[in-house]
């Protein structure tokens, strides 16, 4: 039992070769390497937009009004002959950035605040996750809607906005595996070795929490570009004419009978990262997992 | 195959058969029974305190007025008033009440029920939002102000039970009108005081088996958010014309499945239809699709107190820019007619000038004078309009008109509602969206708005000549055309300086299954149901309906 | 375990008092007030409807007569709604997403708890790839998408189930029950596959193998208690989420839930009534996250004794 202990120390602290091990595990799992590279692409996409986009944005042609697709306009056009392709693509820019500004957001908070309050235990933990219970218990849409009429509309409050919502999740979350993680010998070993409780939390819970925390983190992504969606439908997002995935599925939806090329193309880019998303989070778990790893 | 086609072919199918059980529509032909689409969940069934279309349905089906406009003309007609005369200097009103004019519970509606009734409706304390209806009386404005305590100083009397005397400050032509509007209705006192004080607005008189009414229809049911039923009175006067034995009112907030509760033979009658499902509607053979004329008119306000909309030659090249005829035709489906002033035309007949058309060239003109060549050194606008879809689809597009026409940036900024009133209130805006519909039909009902006064003019517009004709040449004219004229004059006065941008005039859009009969289309939307009747054998609205 | 429960629902007070403190406050602040109408109010009736409701006196004796009327269990009159009391429309709203919200549960813990367990136990196999790519499509298909795509099959091609309402005509809830589950189902699959991998890998489920019990027996005896914990504790926050979330399928099936009438008080500034779901809500939420704790802690032995012992304050 000892062995182990000490082996899994020492995994911990070699940090780089416990990510160079991932890398070679990731490239093994063909959907993980998949999903990356959707997600590349999407991601160069979405930079490049405004150089590679085939119409302006914006351009109008309200005569031709929605069309199927065809060879000027490969995924068709919308109500106003705006062309799909170009609305998906800056849609994409949107969506992307607050799917992950506002992820990030909130894995910094959720992860550090959860790490803190389960580590520490006892009444900072009770006050700390009381917090929780009372934010959770907020109505967040009068949350959102009372910050973006104070501070006035714009996309960065957006993602903070969004990332202060979802972040108790992640906080609860990596609490309860801290917790857990906490009473296993190896965290006590490392405790009776006299290390700081901040290079404990910092070399063995958070790597070894990992799992749970990219698996949760590929589940906020997509809930974020969807809730994204719902306040800019609600008229609380993105201001026409710009737009984003979200938004533009919610259009669709409405006209799915008669234009179902404005519901099935943004529906399907939308899937598709979120699931490559979603085949990248397994892969990177599964190559993480240390303790899988020395079977 | 085309997914137009498609969807046709799946509507002449959801039409003409309804496999799983019989439907709504099939059942409610049968029993007489009618199920409309109605909007929201009304705010409650008290005519003095809610506002709204939907509470309007309910409440003129609940209750009856003194006279109610005829569905097909729009002529008032004896309701709980048999007949009433005007004096001489048309300032004094006698209406004769109905001696077979009865309450749900079977008490007689007599005058001193209107005159107490007319008491709660101005009373500041009830808090009525539509009291202003009854300020043609004399003394009303100040009761409702408390200017004065002793309400029997405003002109209300009744000579006896049967006669109500109604004095006027001025005389008013379309008052008769407002007595078709809920809330001038009679409600019943001893209900009333037995719920609480007459005032109060958080009582239970309106529940089920509380409420006392008399109009054609009884309260039967109230589930929230699901569904009004309403049943035959057995005490209405006038109970031998109406057919009908029940009327079910549903919520129906979300369009999209409005349209298809009504495909699948759930709705009779639904409340709106989605602009893009009315192509595919039209070309229906039988087509459930109705369209008519609506008092209303959907503009935008123009703010002319900051620059550079204070320059009369912006706000006009702003409203020549658009391409109405374009945009109504695309992204309306041409459901609707364009606007060019604030008055809906045929308004009893009127006629509203009309100062321009859709001219990009002398829309650039008007700019570059204005010191704006090009779009040069425009410093930027915004246009609010409150969260709605069809909102966000004409100001997207006239974003653009405006763009390719005048090379000038505006940007969007959709509210949500209460923000929206806000802003618009406040008049911290530069360009915001805005209807009206008419509560009455005449054109001092949209022409008072800019009243320098008004404070519904949210423009910063004023004009004391503007003021003296709406306020007193119009009224004191001799004659209708006389009253027309100067009407006229003041909307050209208005035009001329554009405080707002007319886009369009309303129509009302529905779907209505063939079997419903006696139920035209009029301007005012008015849902009269002492007249209609389910015919199920009838496949069209072409055809003749059977009794 | 007694004294844990007894705790927590004392601590739970001070929780629900700074709710609604914060949201009495806050919903002040929001531009617009509940009287504010399309067509401009005259003053006068704009003062009398302020009297009416107590908003004319001082913000903070507003505050402290709510508490007050709140201690006796009264929510107050609605302001959007003229006749209803709050307690009358929470109380109508609620039974209806409770239910909805039961139904979506039961489907998503069922569906999801199966297609995770059985991908779980052949990881990067078929068997792991077919249920998680199910999974997959709940999670990346908004529910606003989804529900009118299962009108359209089910409603109006197929014309086997109806298209909206809610207990007016016989199978009306079962599109909307499976439009909200399936995105919880999707969840808590991936919840609890990821559990029990976490678990397979411990080393007393190898102990447990060793020992040469079946595989079955390592799975439901052993593995699934700990495995599970992720999802219950995921229950609780589940629960809050399918509440708020129901509203976007009670808006699609036309639903006359709770979702429905919170999202409407806060557009409609009707200050008690959002008080009043806020509260009912936030008392819910927290019920159901102590639910869930001491669900996991009776799952998981060491926290139990912890517990017990008085290890949490």
Known sequence: MNDVVLQRIDDAEEGTSLWQDAWVRLRKNHLAVFGLAVLLFMIVVALLTPWIAPYAYDAQNLDLGASPPSAKHWLGTDIFGRDLLTQIMFGGRVSLAVGFIATSVALLIGVTYGAIAG??????????????????????????????????????????????????????????????????????????????????????????????????????????????????????????????????????????EEYPWLLIYPGLTLTITLFSLNFLGDGLRDALDVRGSKD | MNPFRIFLL???????????????????????????????????????????????????????????????????????????????????????????????????????????????????????????????IVNAEAFSKREIEDFAQVGVKAADPQTLVVTLSEPTPYFIQLMDHYSTFAVHRPTIEAHGKFSDRYTKWTRVGNMVNNGPFNLEEWLLNRRITMSRSETYW??????????????????????????????????????????????????????????????YLVNTQRPPLDDPRVRRALAMA?????????????????????????????????LFDFDADKARRLLAEAGYPNGEGWPGLELIYNTQESHRKIAVAVQQMWKDALNIEVTLSNQEWKVYLDSVSTMNFDIARRGWIGDYVDPNNFLDLYLSTGGNNNTGYADPTYDDIIRNKAPKAKSQDERFAAFYEAETMLMEQTPIIPIYTYTRRRLIHPSVCGLPSNLMDSLNLRYVWLDGGRTSHEEPCQS | MKRFIAIRLLQAIPVILTVITVTFFLVRVAPGGPFDSEKAVIPEVKAALEAQYRLDQPLFSQYLAY?????????????????????????????????????????????????????????????????????????????????????????????????????????????????????????????????????????????????????????????????????????????????????????????????RFYVQAAFNRDYTMILGTTVFLSTLIVLFNLLSDVLAASLNPRLRHQYEVGGMP
């Open chain 1, 119 to 256: 580590y520490v235990g006892g009444r900072t933990d009770a006050i700390m996750m009381r917090l929780v219970d009372i934010l959770y218990a907020l109505p967040f849409m009068i949350f959102i809607v009372l910050l973006m009429v104070v501070f006035g509309r714009n996309v960065i409050l957006l993602f903070l906005a969004i990332g202060a919502v979802e972040w108790l999740t992640m906080a609860r979350i990596m609490r309860g595996q801290v917790q857990s993680l906490r009473q296993q010998e190896f965290v006590e070993a490392a405790v009776s070795l006299g290390l700081s409780p901040a290079t404990i939390i910092r070399r063995h819970l958070v790597p070894n929490a990992l799992g749970p925390i990219i698996v949760y983190t590929t589940l906020t992504i997509p809930s974020v570009m969807l809730l994204e969606a719902f306040l800019s439908f609600l008229g609380l997002g993105i201001q026409p004419p710009q737009t984003s995935w979200g938004l533009l599925i919610s259009y669709g939806a409405e006209t799915m």
């Open chain 2, 322 to 354: 658009i391409d109405r005829s374009t945009l109504l035709r695309t992204v309306m489906q041409g459901t609707v007619l364009p606007a060019y002033s604030i008055t809906p035309p045929g308004t009893l007949g009127y006629e509203p000038p009309k």
């Open chain 3, 67 to 259: 508490l007050g009327d709140l201690a006796n269990g009264d929510f107050g009159p609605s302001f959007k709604y003229p006749g209803r009391s709050v307690n009358e429309l929470i109380g109508a709203g609620f039974t209806v997403t409770a239910e909805l919200g039961l139904y979506a549960l039961l489907i998503a813990t069922v569906i999801g708890g199966l297609a995770g367990i059985i991908a779980s136990l052949r990881p990067n196999t078929v068997q792991d790839y077919i249920p998680m790519s199910l999974a997959m499509i709940g999670i990346c298909m908004p529910t606003f998408l989804l529900g009118p795509l299962l009108v359209l099959v089910f409603g109006i091609e197929l014309e086997w189930l109806p298209v909206s309402g809610w207990g007016d005509i016989p199978g009306d809830k079962i599109l909307p029950s499976i439009t909200l589950g399936a995105a919880y189902a999707a969840y808590i699959a991936r919840l609890s596959r990821a559990g029990m991998l976490e678990v397979m890998n411990q080393d007393y489920i190898r102990t447990a193998r060793a020992k040469g019990l079946p595989e079955w027996e390592v799975v439901v005896k052993h593995a699934l208690r700990g495995g599970m914990l992720p999802v219950i504790a995921f229950l609780g926050p589940a629960f809050a989420g399918l509440l708020a979330g129901s509203f976007v399928v009670e808006t699609i099936f036309q639903i006359p839930g709770l979702g």
């Open chain 2, 238 to 299: 006038d109970k031998d014309r109406v057919r009908l034995n029940k009327v079910v009112f549903y919520p129906t907030e979300n369009l999209v499945s409005e349209e298809r509760g009504f495909r699948a033979g759930q709705l009779h009658y639904s409340y709106e239809v989605p602009v893009e499902k009315i192509p595919a509607y039209r070309e229906l053979e039988d087509t459930p699709y109705r369209q008519a004329a609506y008092l209303g008119t959907y503009f």
């Open chain 2, 10 to 136: 799946l509507l002449s199918i959801s039409l003409v058969s309804c496999a799983g059980g019989e439907s709504n529509v099939e059942k409610g032909n049968r029993d007489q029974v009618l199920h409309l689409g109605n909007g929201t969940e009304p705010q409650g069934l008290d005519p003095h305190v809610v506002t709204g279309a939907p509470e309007n349905h309910l409440l003129r089906s609940l209750f009856e007025g003194l006279a109610v406009k005829n569905p097909y003309t729009l002529e008032p007609e004896p309701g709980v008033a048999e007949s009433w005369e005007f004096s001489e200097d048309g300032r004094v009103i006698t209406f004769h009440i109905n001696p077979d004019a009865k309450w749900s519970n079977g008490d007689p509606v007599t005058a001193d029920d209107y005159v107490w009734s007319w008491m709660r409706a101005l009373h500041p304390d009830t808090g009525n939002l539509y009291s202003y209806m009854l300020f043609p």
